[in-house]
């Protein structure tokens, strides 16, 4: 009996040892948290999109521009005086471009765009005033500008500073525009009514969240841009001057180098890009 109770005594300490030696072992580290890394924003990338703005006409609106009218084509003192209206009127289209972030967060950014836009300018922005009577089957008119902007176009470079989602940019390049040229607001039938030139501005473009309810394409990103735009279509030295016009044929039978004047106008608008490419 007591040989009984002595290996029970003895066992129960080694198993109290055991128990204590186990509690002195280091645990097993549990697994570490697993961390999804924020994809880190980049404006590289092809995006298209729309824009609606305000265009303002910013011409040369000189009513200095007077020549007389010679005889036979007009009684003797008749004065011809052109004068243009500054004008403004709704602006809106479309624009497709790509930039190249070289740093992605917060960097440097180039890209390139082009867009087509069109123009409500009317139809009166020229106007001839005759001073004295014209002989019968002649009109003068002033060729140096459209006598309505209904349409124009830019392909551009862009460079601009990326804070993370907020682009702020300069932009310019070539221009091109078109309009009428129809005798009756100051043109003629041989005036040509395709100008090229050159647009310089900025803005500042914001890139929404990929979930945004804007983002119908699924695209990367969505972006809303304010733009202020400055556009000037060179007249060249292209039918400069005023005319008298055979109304029969349309052909000018008399010149005078009164001057040209550029179309020039400003625009300010608001666009929506839709973004692909490198998140």
């Known amino acids: 009996m007591k040989s009984m109770l002595r290996v029970t005594t003895a066992l129960a300490g080694v198993a109290f040892a055991g128990s204590a030696f186990a509690a002195d072992l280091p645990r097993r580290a549990a697994p570490p948290p697993v961390f999804t890394p924020v994809p880190v924003f980049t404006w590289t990338g092809?995006?298209?999109?729309?824009?609606?703005?305000y265009a303002f006409d910013a011409s040369d609106r000189n009513t200095g521009n007077t020549f007389a009218v010679p005889f036979p084509y007009a009684a003797p003192g008749t004065v011809a005086s052109f004068r243009n209206r500054s004008q403004d009127g709704f602006s809106g289209g479309g624009q497709i471009g790509y930039n190249w972030q070289i740093t992605p967060g917060s960097g440097l950014?180039?890209?390139?765009?082009?867009?087509?836009?069109?123009l409500d300018f009317g139809r009166s922005r020229n106007n001839a005033f005759i001073s004295g009577a014209l002989a019968p089957g002649y009109y003068v008119t002033d060729p140096r500008g459209l006598s309505s902007l209904d349409f124009f176009g830019t392909v551009r470079g862009r460079l601009g500073y990326a804070?993370?989602?907020?682009?702020?940019?300069?932009t310019g390049g070539f221009a091109y525009g078109s309009g009428s040229a129809d005798r009756s607001f100051g043109g003629y039938a041989g005036n040509d009514s395709f100008r090229t030139g050159w647009a310089a501005g900025g803005g500042i473009e914001y890139a929404l969240p990929t979930d945004s309810f804007l983002n119908f394409f699924r695209s990367s990103a969505v972006t809303l841009k304010v733009e202020g735009l400055y556009v000037n279509l060179d007249r060249g030295t292209r039918n400069q001057g005023a005319f008298v016009i055979n109304a029969a044929n349309n052909f000018p039978v008399v010149y005078s180098g009164v001057g040209r004047?550029?179309?020039?106008?400003?625009?300010?608008?608001?666009?929506?890009?839709?973004?692909?490419?490198?998140?």
Do not use: S
């Open 46 to 53: 092809a995006y298209f999109g729309i824009n609606a703005g």
């Open 109 to 118: 950014v180039i890209g390139v765009e082009a867009d087509a836009q069109y």
């Open 163 to 170: 804070f993370d989602r907020t682009l702020v940019y300069g």
């Open 261 to 279: 004047r550029d179309d020039q106008f400003a625009v300010v608008r608001a666009g929506l890009n839709y973004k692909f490419g490198t998140f």
